[in-house]
Structure formats: C-alpha cells, structure tokens
C-alpha cells in the first residue's frame, strides 16, 4: 500500500502551493472562529480591534485598525482603534458621513475602499497627508451592514495587501456579519444607556390610560381594573398593551416606575 492510497489528492496534483493553500484556509478559519468567540465575550471597542490586528489579520502585518459606528444620521464615531495615537484619531472621533476619510467614504457608498499606496492614498485623500501613521502599509476600509443597512465601517492599514480573493471570500464575508453583530449590541446599549424623555407619552395618554395606571399600583387584575373602570375586560386590556408600547416595556411594574419617575404619579403607593 502507498502514500497515494492514504492522500489520494496527492496523485491529483496536490503540490506545494495547494498545501498552502489549504494552511491558508485553516488559519481563516481559525481566524474567524476566534472572532465569533471574542464578539461573544462583549468586549470593548479597543480591545476587539487589537484582537483584530492581531489574529485576524495578523497575516497581513496589520498595523492599525479602526472601528466606527454611524449612531446619528450623517456621523460616523469612532468608536475604538489600535495602533493609532491619539494625537491622530482626536481629530476624527465624529466625522461627518460626507468628510472626505476611508471610513466614511465606506460608511457612505456602502463599498470596500482598497488604496494600495501612500501615493494613491494622497491622491485620493490630501487632507490626510499629515495624518497618515503607516505611510508604507495599504489601506482598506468596508462599511459593516446589518439586514442591508450600513450601520459602522472598519478601517485597517497593513504591510501586505490582502489575496486577490479578499472581497468575495466568504471568510470576509463571516468575519464582518460578527462585527455587525457586535455594532448592532453596540448601538443597543449605548441607546438603552440614554435616558429617554417620556413627556411625550404623558401628553397621548387618554384619562383611562392613566386612570389604569394608577390602579397598576393596586396590583388589580384586568378584570377587577374592568369592573372598577366600568369598561369591558378586553377594552382595559387594549389599553393595558397600548401602555406597554408606549413607554417600551412588557410589564405593570416598569409603567408605574416610569410614569412617578416622569412625575404622573407620587412615588409610592397613596395613604
């Protein structure tokens, strides 16, 4: 029995530049399923774009990485980076989505931005000529979408250019669908972070709603609120669902603490 008979692939032209190949794509894999492991962990912004440089794009002698998110219409934040000094990303922390930068430029268009030279990269962009860390590195920059949206893009310089295939890899395509999942938990807890200005509610609300309100503070059953109220059950628990939607929450107790917090009610229960 021969060599052949165990790697079969072998005797079908496996040479030496397929062997890597095949490395290659193991390491991508590896590569990703790192990343899938370290979005999870919720990690700050800093921390997962060093872990980025590193060991995801740690094959390409990635210098730098930066990652932003669009939380205003027409701005992109930078919200974490790595190999950049703060002298450098001052400046940028909000850039407007029309400012002329890799980043937003991808946030923007929705497109890959890839600059293979300091030259072109001056060409493209003369505002940033005194800006630029990395003068000797390639530039790439892609928006981050999330169900079609663009919601942030990534940036990154490294001394190698990414494969011929970086943009139709699935790899890539992975790689950024965890970032977008990261953005958008991101961009759920810096908004649920902001206080949220419930004088608008108060004003929609009808005399019932508010009168149900109150008895929420009673712990009174649907029914009991009904009979007390003399409206039907079904029309109580419309206005009880109504409530829910109104000020974001999904039980009785959480529309009491919002609504003495906004000042419709006295804190506590009445003597």
């Known amino acids: 029995m021969s060599l052949s008979d165990f790697f079969p692939i072998i ?14 794509d193991t390491w991508r894999i590896e590569a990703i399923a790192s990343l899938a492991r370290v979005v999870q962990d919720d990690p700050d912004p800093d921390q997962l774009a060093s872990h980025i440089a590193f060991n995801v794009l740690g094959s390409l002698d990635c ?5 932003g998110v669009i939380t205003k219409e027409g701005f992109l934040d930078l919200i974490g980076y790595f190999g950049l000094s703060k002298a450098t990303t001052l400046p940028y922390i909000r850039m407007p989505l029309w400012s002329s930068l890799p980043m937003t430029e991808a946030a923007r268009t929705g497109e890959l931005i890839f600059i293979k030279s300091y030259d072109e990269f001056v060409d493209r962009y003369p505002n940033l000529r005194e800006s630029i ?11 981050i979408k999330h169900r079609n ?7 990154f310089a490294s001394m190698q250019a990414p494969q011929d295939d970086f943009l139709s890899n699935p790899m890539t395509d992975a790689a950024l669908a965890l970032l977008s999942l990261y953005l958008r938990n991101f961009i759920v807890k810096r908004n649920s972070n902001v206080e949220k200005d419930y004088s608008g509610v108060l004003k929609s609300l009808t005399p019932r709603q508010i009168r149900i309100i109150e008895l929420f503070r009673d712990e009174l059953t649907t029914d009991q609120m009904a009979d007390r109220l003399r409206f039907s059950p079904s029309t109580v628990k419309q206005d009880i669902i109504r409530l ?11 529309v009491v603490a919002l609504a003495e917090s906004a000042g419709l009610l006295n804190s506590g229960k009445d003597s």
């Open 244 to 254: 829910y939607e109104l000020f974001g929450v999904n039980s009785r107790e959480q």
């Open 133 to 143: 860390e990395h003068k000797e590195a390639v530039t790439v920059a892609s928006p």
């Open 11 to 24: 005797d079908q032209g496996f040479t030496a530049r397929g062997f890597r190949k095949l490395m290659t």
């Open 63 to 67: 210098r730098a990485v930066a990652l």
């Open 149 to 155: 949206t663009v919601i942030g893009s990534i940036a």
